[in-house]
């Protein structure tokens, strides 16, 4: 019954330089980037460039992602900025240890249990209600003071320039703001773009026909606030005239005002946490713990599978359906936990250690048969947690990564977002408001009134899939620097990418390549292939094998935007997501 797509993929030694494709002169081989010093991979060639050119100024790797961000919050709006949040794990090599910082957005010292009560998604996406407190300005600020080497004001220079002198707008910003577009009832009657300034800047205002790829376009407001950043630090953005200038617009939104004002950008605090790590087949994979339930989700995957022989069952094809079988029943086991137990820990007990425990996630992985197990339930995983309610809340669309390693061997994964397409459609002196917030469960309790681990409450972080990953080998050194946008879908993608590179030995791009599947306890989905961006494969004939073994399977576009950096013996490898607009730069 297993159709043997990919028989030669086992073949590939992780350690390969140049990946043996298909023969055929029109098919893509998907080749790694290869650099032997530092490199950037970020989901856009501008950003990308910023960070090489800090890089090899002699920058760290929190010089460069402050540059690649700078940049992504010009030339990439739609996913991430100066007014949304970030998670990052980072490897610092001079001691060796690794740690997380929660830039994640907060609610509003005001906001309550019943914020999103009774409103739609749209309705409370494209408000006031949706905006938290931004993460990343102060993020900036706070990893560049621990490990910056490089002048801060000169991280915001390209940036800066890109905004004044202008840069060509991107084929996905222009699309992705023609379908929002596309969703109002009218050009003067706006659910999307309300903000006229937001309008104004990605469309024409009179039509409201989204501006072409390749227009031109200037920020100056945002190259004031590269300038303000880097006279003032992140004060620039939490105190001041910016500071009042969000606050405003919150409050002022015409669809539905907010409550966030100047005491509460005042008072966000980057959080330092502890890693999430589970040893997978010998590997440490660290991640991001709660308030994501990425590092979580990605470890019970990892560890419900370790049981499984992987390698074996596909004969080294990752899209063995048996291969497929068994990841996705690990992601519905791993997605029913995160539902019912994740939330800010400075709000709830998350049983974080018991979930990742190894004799839990035996008995969890005891539950998978031949055949598709149906809508997982939540186990019980040893330690103390809150009684609570599942919430499977499940976003898409405003977010970006970006993977550093540089040449002391300093890692750093960076999730970042404004959560939804264009955040909350509200630009504040260049950049876009996020609507982080609709990441809260829209009820506070459960049927029998039991309270929801990720219920809205005041300076609280939503829940959060963002999966921010470093591995590292047996002898503690740093192998993969992975990670994702994609809403809850997140998980998958990473996770997917972590079993590419440890089980089917595959390099960064040619694991890009591969199509993806996965299950968030809902249906199967499969990747459909994309000519010249996914590998080819027969996706009906997956989905039949898969169907005959129980699944609801349904064959859809899987957007992710993975950035992936390898560190193979004597080189760095890299690889970018062609599925969104990546590139890998270094040297
Ligand atoms: N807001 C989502 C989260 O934090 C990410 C959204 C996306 O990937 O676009 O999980």
Request: hydrophobic content about 40%.
């Amino acid at each position: 019954m297993f159709r043997k797509v990919f028989a030669s993929i086992a073949a590939v030694s992780a350690a390969t330089l140049v990946v043996a494709g298909a023969a055929s002169a029109d098919v893509p081989t998907f080749e790694s980037t290869a650099t032997v010093r530092e490199m950037v991979v970020t989901a856009n060639p501008l950003a990308t460039d910023a960070g090489e050119r800090v890089l090899r100024s002699g920058g760290t790797a929190v010089d460069a992602m402050i540059a690649a961000q700078a940049v992504l919050g010009l030339v990439e709006p739609q996913s991430s900025g100066i007014g949304g949040g970030a998670f990052v794990v980072y490897h610092d090599a001079a001691t060796g240890t690794t740690t997380t910082f929660d830039a994640r957005e907060t609610a509003p010292s005001a906001a309550t249990e019943d914020r999103f009560l009774g409103l739609g998604f749209f309705t409370a996406w494209q408000s006031g209600l949706s905006v938290g407190v931004p993460g990343v300005p102060r993020l900036l600020d706070v990893l560049h003071d621990r490990y910056g080497a490089r002048p801060w004001q000169t991280l915001f220079t390209r940036a800066k320039t890109l905004a004044q002198d202008g840069f060509a707008l991107t084929e996905r910003t222009s699309s992705q703001a023609a379908g929002l577009l596309a969703l109002n009832p009218s050009c003067s009657d706006r659910v999307f773009f309300r903000d006229p300034t937001a309008l104004a800047y990605f469309a024409d205002p009179a039509t409201c026909v989204a501006k072409p790829a390749g227009t031109i376009v200037t920020n100056r407001d945002y190259a004031d606030v590269m300038k303000a950043l880097a006279k003032d630090g992140a004060d620039a953005v939490y105190t001041g005239p910016i500071a009042e200038e969000i606050a405003h617009a919150v409050q002022s939104d015409p669809a539905i005002p907010g409550d966030m004002t100047t005491a509460d950008l005042a008072a966000y605090d980057v959080v330092e946490r502890a890693p999430v790590c589970l040893d997978y087949r010998g590997h440490d994979v660290c991640g991001m713990g709660p308030p994501s339930s990425g590092g979580l989700a990605v470890g019970q995957i990892l560890g419900i599978l370790e049981g499984f022989d992987l390698a074996g069952a596909g004969a080294g094809d990752p899209l063995d359906d048996e291969v497929v079988h068994l990841f996705t029943q690990a992601g519905r086991l791993a997605f029913a936990d995160r539902n019912l137990y994740v939330g800010d820990p400075d709000f709830v007990t998350v049983p974080a250690e018991g979930m990742l425990d190894e004799a839990y996630l035996a008995s969890r992985a005891a539950l998978i048969s031949d055949t598709d197990m149906g809508t997982a339930g939540p186990g019980t995983p040893p330690g103390e947690f809150d009684p609570t309610a599942p919430d499977a809340t499940a976003k898409t669309s405003g977010t970006s990564h970006i993977s550093i390693v540089d040449r002391w061997g300093n890692a750093l994964s960076m999730t970042t977002s404004v959560e939804s397409s264009f955040g909350n459609g509200v630009m504040v002196h260049g950049f876009l408001l996020n609507n982080q917030l609709t990441d809260f469960s829209f009820t506070p309790v459960g049927s029998d009134g039991t309270p929801v681990a990720n219920r809205v409450q005041p300076e609280k972080r939503p829940r959060s899939s963002m999966s921010p990953t470093i591995v590292f080998d047996s002898t503690g050194a740093v192998e993969l620097v992975t990670g994702s946008p994609g809403g809850s879908r997140i998980i998958g993608y990473t996770a997917q990418s972590i079993v590419n590179h440890i089980d089917f030995g595959l390099d960064p791009q040619y694991s890009i390549a591969v199509p993806h599947y996965q299950n968030r306890n809902g249906s199967t989905e499969i990747e459909v292939p994309v000519p010249g961006v996914t590998l080819d494969y027969d996706a009906a004939a997956l989905a039949a094998q898969l169907v005959a073994c129980g699944h609801a399977v349904s064959i859809t576009s899987l957007e992710s935007g993975l950035s992936i950096i390898e560190i193979a013996p004597g080189a760095l490898l890299g690889g970018a997501d062609l599925r969104r607009d990546g590139t890998v730069g270094g040297r």
